[in-house]
Every structure is written in C-alpha cells, then in structure tokens.
C-alpha cells in the first residue's frame, strides 16, 4: 500500500470526524459559493457537484447548500473568495501544497506563514513545490462495499490509472479528464463512494520516520483546522507502522 493510499484513508478518517464535530460546515460553504461562480447547476458544473456531495456527506441542511449556491452566482449577497495555493516544505524538506479559499488574500497569507515557521517549515514562492505534483481524481470506496476484483475491473473498464487496497479502503486514481466518467461508472454500479475528489498527487514521496512524521502531521493538522485552508497535500511516506502509532496518540 502506498505513502498515499495511507494519507487518504487517514484524512478520509479524520474528515469524517470533523464533520461530526460540525468543524468543516463554513469551509464546505465557501467551497460551494467558489464553484458556484463558474455556474450554479451542479449538472453542468463537475466542481460544484463535488463540492454539493461533500456538504451533504457532513449533513449540512439543504437550505444552507442552495444559500451558499446563491452568494457564488450573485443572487444573495456574501463575500468574493478567491482560491489560493500556498507552496513550502515541512521538517526534514517535505514538500507541501496547502489549497485555501479565502476573502481576504493577504490576511490567509500572513497566517499561513507563521503556521509554517512555527511548525518547523517554512513557505515558498510559487511553484517551489508544484511541479512535484500532479492533479488527479482521487475516489475512496469502502473495501466492505466491493472486492478488490471487481472494483478493479470497474475501474480499468473506465479509464483509471491505478486502484490501491489497504484494510478498509480502495483509493481508484484517475485523471481529471476521466474523473467524471470512473466516478460514474462506480455508481452506476450500485457501489457506495466514500469520497471523490479532485487532489494533487505526489510524483515521488519521502519515507519518513517516527520523529518526522510526527512534525509533519502537526503541520498537516494545524493547516487543516485553519479556517481558510480547504486541503493540505504532501509528499509524505509514511509506513504502516509509524502510521498506527500516531494514529493511536
């Protein structure tokens, strides 16, 4: 199993938590408001349907949805976000991508900084980073909804570029091009998605030990409950059993 089917099924993990916890409501909003300027029909508008499904896997109510709708196309008023892709490393040279979405640019960026500094990291100009990653469609399904083989089949019949098991999840990766049509084919197929997303996928990881995966994640963690930051990607490595340690602190 990859650095990167073990990072997704953890924050598949912890997204789950937060949305029980409430925290990822007003992030999933802004979300929404952002795609919806680009159109407010979801049929039309890949993005915003993304972002529609992930509000109603955290229970946001309907109204809430259409409301955030509204602000992106211009029929309530709200406030004007912008996305914001912030590059840097973490401890031990880590390469980062933190996605923000956010009303105020420089205000995200001067904090966005200090979280970096103080976590041991520091935050680079454009493209220090970028070019070591890759934009993909990432899909999680629960291993107890499908087998390996057919999950396998279905994805290689629509175009995916490589299925990952681990104990609990299968992480299918695709394009962006093709994103749409495997995520399609999947439910077309009467199979519960956990999460599909458009991420930024690493080239090549960095394997990292207790210590610095220890220091990564707090940067990881701290990134993510910032209220501007959407999601966080690295290029991190980390082994199964480095992965259960910190799982259980």
Same mark, same amino acid.
């Given at each position: 199993?990859?650095?990167?089917?073990?990072?997704?099924?953890?924050?598949?993990?912890?997204?789950?938590?937060?949305?029980?916890?409430?925290?990822?409501?007003?992030?999933?909003?802004?979300?929404?408001?952002?795609?919806?300027?680009?159109?407010?029909?979801?049929?039309?508008?890949?993005?915003?349907?993304?972002?529609?499904?992930?509000?109603?896997?955290?229970?946001? @109510? =309907?109204?809430? %949805?259409?409301?955030?709708?509204? &602000?992106?196309?211009? *029929?309530?008023?709200? $406030?004007?976000?912008? +996305?914001?892709?912030?590059?840097?490393?973490?401890?031990?040279?880590?390469?980062?991508?933190?996605?923000?979405?956010?009303?105020?640019?420089?205000?995200?960026?001067?904090?966005?900084?200090?979280?970096?500094?103080?976590?041991?990291?520091?935050?680079?100009?454009?493209?220090?980073?970028?070019?070591?990653?890759? @934009? =993909?469609?990432? %899909?999680?399904?629960?291993?107890? &909804?499908?087998?390996? *083989?057919?999950?396998? $089949?279905?994805?290689? +019949?629509?175009?995916?570029?490589?299925?990952?098991?681990?104990?609990?999840?299968?992480?299918?990766?695709?394009?962006?091009?093709?994103?749409?049509?495997?995520?399609?084919?999947?439910?077309?197929?009467?199979?519960?998605?956990?999460?599909?997303?458009?991420?930024?996928?690493?080239?090549?990881?960095?394997?990292?030990?207790?210590?610095?995966?220890?220091?990564?994640?707090?940067?990881?963690?701290?990134?993510?409950?910032?209220?501007?930051?959407?999601?966080?990607?690295?290029?991190?490595?980390?082994?199964?059993?480095?992965?259960?340690?910190?799982?259980?602190?």
């Amino acid at each position: 199993m990859s650095g990167h089917s073990k990072w997704s099924t953890i924050k598949h993990k912890k997204a789950a938590l937060d949305a029980k916890r409430g925290k990822a409501w007003s992030k999933l909003a802004r979300a929404i408001t952002l795609c919806a300027k680009s159109g407010g029909n979801p049929n039309d508008n890949p993005r915003l349907r993304l972002a529609i499904d992930k509000a109603k896997s955290a229970n946001m @109510p =309907k109204d809430t %949805i259409e409301k955030a709708i509204k &602000k992106g196309t211009g *029929e309530l008023e709200g $406030e004007s976000y912008e +996305e914001v892709l912030y590059e840097g490393y973490a401890s031990g040279g880590v390469a980062v991508m933190c996605k923000a979405v956010t009303d105020n640019r420089n205000r995200t960026s001067a904090e966005i900084k200090k979280i970096f500094e103080r976590a041991g990291g520091n935050l680079g100009a454009t493209n220090c980073v970028g070019f070591m990653f890759q @934009p =993909k469609g990432i %899909i999680l399904v629960s291993t107890d &909804k499908v087998g390996e *083989e057919r999950i396998m $089949e279905l994805a290689i +019949e629509s175009g995916a570029d490589d299925v990952l098991t681990s104990e609990d999840i299968h992480e299918i990766t695709t394009s962006t091009e093709l994103f749409e049509s495997v995520r399609s084919a999947i439910e077309e197929a009467e199979i519960d998605i956990a999460s599909a997303e458009l991420s930024l996928v690493a080239d090549n990881e960095v394997t990292l030990d207790y210590n610095a995966a220890r220091k990564v994640m707090k940067l990881v963690d701290i990134l993510e409950d910032h209220d501007d930051v959407d999601a966080v990607y690295s290029n991190s490595d980390i082994p199964d059993d480095v992965m259960e340690k910190l799982a259980s602190e």
